[in-house]
Antibody, heavy 117, light 107 residues
Framework: QVQLLQSGVEVKRPGTSVKVSCKAS????????ISWVRQAPGQGLEWLGW????????NYAQRVQGRFFVTTDISTTTAYMELRGLTSDDTAVYYC??????????WGQGTLVIVSS | DIQMTQSPSTLSASIGDRVTITCRAS??????LAWYQQKPGKAPKFLIY???SLDNGVPSRFSGSGSGTEFTLTISSLQPDDFATYYC?????????FGQGTTLEIK
């Protein structure tokens, strides 16, 4: 069965960086993109960007462009997101999602990132 | 960026009720719209793509309709498992954006 297993809770200081992993299994990794979506406490969903599992092409939301980076390791079918220059506004649950043609058809369990001094 | 606006923000209903949630796009997105369900503390679950096509395993009491700028999600007969927050999301162009969510509460 399809699984997206994300890494655990992160607590970071403002100005630092965080890297979250998303291990995919149960499907052909190259056939889908991996998207990243975040949800601040009590708020809605915000799309951050995606990476193709086949080509490695990426697309990022302008709001996080320059601070947000996604990569994949095809050998381990793992996707990574890195967010730099953290502020308290980046405190959120970060989800990876298997994506095809813009539709997020399966989601990871989420990773809570807390930014606090 | 395309803005997605859902209404209402909160909806109170009873088991067996028929409910409809509306999602409006700030510009024409054709049928490039998806719906997701989220329960507290859980990841979203994919329900509907291309405005009206149900994902595998989604109960037939769920239906979606619309095109262009106005879309609806309808639940024909509410079940206890349906009380959750629902989000629409367009995928017409980047950045993909979500509506602010509609929370379906038990009356």
């Amino acid at each position: 069965q399809v699984q997206l297993l994300q890494s655990g809770v992160e607590v970071k200081r403002p100005g630092t960086s965080v890297k979250v992993s998303c291990k995919a299994s149960g499907y052909t990794f190259r056939d889908y993109e991996i998207s990243w979506v975040r949800q601040a406490p009590g708020q809605g969903l915000e799309w951050l960007g995606w990476i193709s599992g086949f080509s490695g092409n990426t697309n990022y939301a302008q709001r996080v462009q320059g601070r947000f980076f996604v990569t994949t390791d095809i050998s381990t079918t793992t996707a990574y997101m890195e967010l730099r220059g953290l502020t308290s506004d980046d405190t959120a649950v970060y989800y990876c999602a298997r994506t095809r043609d813009g539709v997020h058809n399966f989601w990871g369990q989420g990773t809570l990132v807390i930014v606090s001094s | 960026d395309i803005q997605m606006t859902q209404s209402p923000s909160t909806l109170s209903a009873s088991i067996g009720d028929r409910v409809t949630i509306t999602c409006r796009a700030s510009q024409n997105i054709g049928s490039w719209l998806a719906w997701y369900q989220q329960k507290p503390g859980k990841a979203p679950k994919f329900l509907i793509y291309k405005a009206s096509s149900l994902d595998n395993g989604v109960p037939s009491r769920f239906s979606g309709s619309g095109s262009g700028t106005e879309f609806t999600l309808t639940i024909s007969s509410l079940q206890p498992d349906d009380f959750a927050t629902y989000y629409c999301q367009h995928y017409d162009s980047y950045p993909y954006t979500f509506g602010q969510g509609t929370t379906l509460e038990i009356k």
